[in-house]
């Protein structure tokens, strides 16, 4: 059974920085596309980033996300550095597995001072 976990979310100051993680299972991470998602308040969800061949990032995030993952844990990361109140969001890990989407149940980053 495909299961996403989520963790690392919390209260961040502005200018601080966090590290989310993705754990996975019932899959093996490496060989599918893995992204992070947010959704905030009064707003639909967005991609932040994704990780493949390649990886991906929202115009809003380039040169203060990373996204990477750890082969032998299965879990993807999002390094979220000089964080902003706009980037204030439920947090949402997803991957689409034979045909079929899957998204963990977020989690909620809160940047403010």
């Known amino acids: 059974q495909v299961q996403l976990v989520e963790s690392g979310g919390g209260l961040v100051q502005p200018g601080g920085s966090l590290r989310l993680s993705c754990a996975a299972s019932?899959?093996?991470?490496?060989?599918?596309?893995m992204t992070w998602y947010r959704q905030a308040p009064g707003k639909e969800r967005e991609l932040v980033a994704t990780?493949?061949?390649?990886?991906k990032y929202t115009d809003s995030v380039k040169g203060r996300f990373t996204i990477s993952r750890d082969l032998a844990k299965n879990t993807v990361y999002l390094q979220m550095n000089s964080l902003k109140p706009e980037d204030t969001a439920v947090y949402y890990c997803?991957?689409?597995?034979?045909?079929?989407?899957?998204w963990g149940k977020g989690i909620l980053v809160t940047v403010s001072s």
């Open positions: 990780i493949g061949s390649s990886t």
């Open positions: 997803y991957v689409r597995y034979f045909f079929v989407d899957y």
């Open positions: 019932g899959f093996t991470a490496s060989g599918y596309a």
